[in-house]
Structures are given as structure tokens and as C-alpha cells.
């Protein structure tokens, strides 16, 4: 049976975020443990999948649960309340499936792939962050495809993952360096991961290097070519779908964080509080709702996926995912000063979450590259 059958009458976005809390705590337990051993969040994938959250976004009609663009936006920063390693995760994996969904419903293709996604409820990995415009790796040609290899870091759930989808240059004989787009099986031959995902924060995402080593990819795989180092019109398309679902988990941590903070200043009394503290609040609170705003600025850029592909759009995103990164991170900062020392100790829960926001810079695109990538927009 389609694990997306029966659902509640309750409406989507309040169906999901009430299973979210049912699924609390245990998402919550295994987020420390998963941190504490560096290792990937399984355990809370397993109850992902049963429960249908990495098909939900899918359409009805190719099988999933039709769940919209912004609600899953919502769905992600609920469980980053309790998982941050988990949100962000799957938000790499909703990425692509959004994707796939904007040229379903504007071309037409990805149907197919969609409906694979559902019967096999596949896991996605992409390092398409990390490669950006260059990519990295060598390739070259052999009967009906080609050969690759290269090193690929930051691959998001490669701990489990089904199907890679990444990019390798190719210097094409007639036309030159291009960049070639493919999907692939991870558990394709000459294909494996590090053991090198041990990091200061983030630690449940099973982001390990993927390690390609002479895999065939079959010319039929290549579903994107362009020239190397051109910022192709597509991206605008996958900027503005990606960077609101990864920016979610971080929303999360951020309005956890003010909870915790706002609970461990109400349980002193108001002579034992330190005098900053109220300033302290209000800077917080300004900080959150600034990252907030933005936020919900970028997830109705992206309309539910009812949009067009314009060079406007990316650098609008780009901007806004730079802001609300910044605001995050301020959030969480000021958390830790009005908590004072106890937060620093790895008991507390501002530390790992604080951990956790550190990797909010990462994100395509770091702030120095967006601002010059913006800076060029406005020149042209």
C-alpha cells in the first residue's frame, strides 16, 4: 500500500507538523546520539521513510502526497526543533525532488524520475553546492558514455543515499570544456565513500566524500551539458528552489534556540537576572524576526514552484539567503551570551545547536562569493 494512503482529514501542513511532534522525542534522542558518534542519522531516516516524508512533496499523480513547496519549507524547520542534522538532510534530498517538480510542471519532464523516487523511495544525494560552476573531476569517452572520476565532499546523505547527481568538466573535442550534468547508483562499481565526516557541527548528516574511480556513465545518464564556467539560466531554477528548504533547518535551530533562551530566563528571578539580559532578548528577537521575514520573503519568491526561470530570481534568492544566514547566526549568538557559561557546556543543547549554525556560511553561496556574484548582476 502507498504509505501516502489514509491520510487524516486534518490539513496537510497540520497533519505533518503534528506527526513531526508524535515523532519528537525519538528524533530528538537519536540527534544526540548520532552527534555524540559522528555517525549519520539512520535511525531517524528509517522513521522518515516509513512515515513518507521523503516522498511527500511529490504530486498526487506521480504517487506521492502532494504536499506544497512551502509547507515542506515549514515541515523543515519543525524538525530541526528536534534533529537539525535531520532537517537539513532531507532538505538536500527535497531539493532535487523540487527540482524534478518545477520541470514536471513547466516541461513537462521528470515525471518518470519522480515516480521512480516514490516505488523505490530513493534516497537522493547532489554535490552540485560544492561544484558549482567549474565541478571537479576527469571524464572521458568510451563506447555508448564515459569514464569518471573525482572526488566529490559534501555529499549530504552519501551515507544511505540511492542516486548521486553531480557534474564532471569534459573537454569535448569539437566543442570544447563544457560541463556534463548526470545521475548515477551509488552503489554503481568504482564508486565509494570516506570515512571523513567528522566535523564540528552537523555531525548527523552523513555528508562523506564520494569517490568516483573509472564509473561508466551511459550517454543516456547526461542530463545537462554547458560550457565550463558559464552560470547556465537553469540555476536559477534550482537557487530558487534550493535555497529556501536549506535555509529552513537553520530557521529552525534559530527559533529553538530563542525557546531555550527565553525558558531559561523566565525560570530566574527578576532580581537574579543579569541587567543586560532584557537587551539581550530584544536583540535576539530582532535577529530571529529579521531572519524570519527574509525566510518567508524567499519561500514566496519561489510561489510553490510557480515561477520562471530568470537571472532576477537567482540573484534575489542569493541575496536573501545571505541575510538570513547572517540573521541565524546573530540569533544563535546572542542566545549563548544571555544564557552565559552553562551554555557552553556539551549537556546543555545551545551548544550543539550553536555547533550546528556554523555550517550555515557553507551554503551556496558563501557571502563574498554572492556579493560579487551580485555585484556583477548589477553592472551588467
Known amino acids: 500500500m502507498n504509505v ?36 549519520f542519522v539512520a535511525d531517524n531516516y528509517k522513521i522518515l521513510k516509513k512515515n513518507g516524508f521523503l516522498t511527500a512533496m511529490i504530486p498526487k499523480a506521480l504517487g506521492g502526497a502532494g504536499v ?4 515542506m519549507c515549514t515541515i523543515l524547520v519543525k524538525i530541526a526543533h528536534y534533529c537539525p542534522s535531520t532537517a537539513l538532510a532531507l532538505s538536500m534530498h527535497q531539493h532535487l525532488l523540487a527540482t524534478n517538480i518545477w520541470k514536471y510542471k513547466h516541461e513537462g519532464s521528470g515525471g518518470e524520475f519522480l515516480k521512480e523516487v516514490v516505488d ?25 558514455g564515459y569514464l569518471v572520476s573525482a572526488k566529490k565532499q559534501f555529499a ?10 553531480t557534474s564532471i568538466p569534459f573537454n569535448d573535442p569539437e566543442e570544447g570544456w563544457q560541463i556534463l550534468h548526470f545521475t548515477v547508483s551509488m552503489k554503481s562499481e568504482g564508486i565509494k565513500l570516506l570515512d571523513d565526516w567528522y566535523t564540528l557541527g552537523m555531525r548527523g548528516t552523513g555528508s562523506q566524500t564520494v569517490i568516483l574511480d573509472n564509473v561508466f556513465i551511459p550517454e543516456d545518464s547526461i542530463v545537462m551539458k554547458r560550457r565550463k564556467g558559464e552560470f547556465p539560466q537553469f540555476w536559477n531554477v534550482v537557487l530558487t528552489v534550493a535555497l529556501p528548504l536549506i535555509m529552513a533547518p537553520y530557521i529552525g535551530i534559530a527559533e529553538k534556540t530563542m525557546k531555550i533562551t527565553l525558558e531559561k530566563s523566565k525560570s530566574k528571578s527578576k532580581q537574579s537576572r543579569p541587567r543586560d539580559t532584557t537587551i539581550l532578548l530584544g536583540e535576539i528577537y530582532n535577529s ?4 524570519k521575514v527574509l525566510h518567508k520573503d524567499m519561500i514566496e519568491i519561489a510561489n510553490n514552484l510557480d515561477f520562471k526561470s ?33 551554555s557552553f557546556y ?3 543543547e545551545l551548544e550543539r545547536l550553536f555547533r550546528d549554525m556554523q555550517a550555515v556560511g557553507f551554503h551556496t553561496l558563501p557571502e563574498k562569493k554572492q556579493q560579487h556574484f551580485t555585484g556583477e548582476f548589477l553592472l551588467k
Open 346 to 348: 556539551r549537556k546543555f
Open 156 to 165: 549530504s546523505q552519501s551515507a544511505i543515499g540511492h542516486i548521486l547527481v
Open 68 to 71: 506544497s513547496f512551502t509547507d
Open 288 to 291: 530571529f524576526t529579521l531572519a
Open 310 to 342: 530568470e537571472e532576477r530570481i537567482g540573484v534575489e534568492i542569493l541575496a536573501r539567503k545571505t541575510l538570513v544566514a547572517n540573521a541565524c547566526k546573530e540569533t544563535v549568538n546572542k542566545a549563548m551570551e544571555t544564557v552565559g557559561g552553562q
Open 4 to 39: 501516502h494512503e489514509n491520510k487524516v482529514t486534518d490539513t496537510p501542513s497540520r497533519y505533518w507538523l503534528k506527526l513531526i511532534d508524535q515523532l519528537g522525542d525519538q528524533l530528538a534522542a537519536n540527534a544526540i546520539a548520532h552527534d555524540e558518534e559522528d555517525t
Open 120 to 144: 523505490k523511495n530513493l534516497v537522493l544525494v547532489s554535490t552540485g553546492a560544492r561544484d558549482w560552476l567549474d565541478s571537479n573531476g576527469a571524464m572521458t569517452r568510451t563506447e555508448n
